[in-house]
């Protein structure tokens, strides 16, 4: 079975201090994982995705499948980037691919 | 832009009463899915469509049932609804399925009363 933990409901930082989300998962197979975010008042949206390798601002996220981790990373908080985030797991449904979430981190970024 | 669209935003409805959610995908977009998220709680997949037919089911009832238009647009039926029910109803539209990234609506609040 899949699943996806996010152990942390609320992390809280000051700005400028880097950032670091959890995010574990279960799969048996070969894993795609995708973070997910949503700003207050918008809709859930796409940060990044392992495959891409790819900074979105400023974020990235390695896949550790030793340790079957898919962290979210910042070095330094900005205001904007308070939101809830969602880390992903895509899997198969007979011939569905479906999107496994964990239950989300709110991070909120002081002054 | 004319992203994935939802309606209605909010709906309130009494146990035991049916419900129809509606959801427009991005143009070009041919897949559509459903999750539901509980407060709380990430999105659960419910459905997935794909050129009008159904490609899976989450784990829910059979009271849960959708279906997709030639014009790709979907909705999501629910009977016989219960307190359980409530909740926020997430369409997300892909280009192809896939693995692609879902382009998520806004959602529809539904509570049941």
């Known amino acids: 079975a899949q699943r996806v933990t996010q152990p942390e409901k609320l992390l809280s930082v000051f700005k400028g201090a880097p950032v670091e989300l959890k995010c574990n998962y279960s799969y048996s197979g070969s894993p795609e994982l995708f973070w997910y975010v949503q700003y207050s008042r918008q809709r859930l949206q796409l940060l990044l995705r392992?495959?891409s390798r790819e900074s979105i601002k400023g974020f990235t996220a390695d896949l550790n499948k030793g340790e079957t981790s898919f962290h979210l990373k910042k070095p330094f908080a900005q205001e904007e980037d308070s939101a809830m985030y969602y880390c992903a797991l895509s899997g198969r449904i007979g011939t569905a691919s479906k999107l496994t979430f964990g239950t989300g981190t709110r991070l909120q970024v002081t002054l | 832009d004319a992203g994935v669209t939802q309606s209605p935003t909010h709906l309130i409805k009494t146990r035991g009463q049916h419900v129809t959610l509606r959801c427009s995908p991005i143009?070009?977009?041919?897949?559509v899915s459903w999750y539901q998220q509980v407060l709380g709680q990430g999105p659960q997949f419910i459905f997935q469509y794909y050129e009008k037919e159904e490609r899976g089911r989450g784990n829910f009832p059979d009271r849960f049932s959708a279906r997709q238009f030639p014009n790709y647009s979907s909705e999501l039926n629910v009977n016989a609804l219960l307190l359980g029910d409530s909740a926020l109803y997430l369409c997300?539209?892909?280009?192809?399925?896939?693995?692609?990234?879902?382009?998520f609506g806004n959602g529809t609040r539904l509570t049941v009363t």
């Open positions: 392992h495959i």
């Open positions: 143009s070009g977009h041919k897949s």
């Open positions: 997300a539209s892909t280009l192809l399925g896939g693995n692609s990234p879902l382009h």
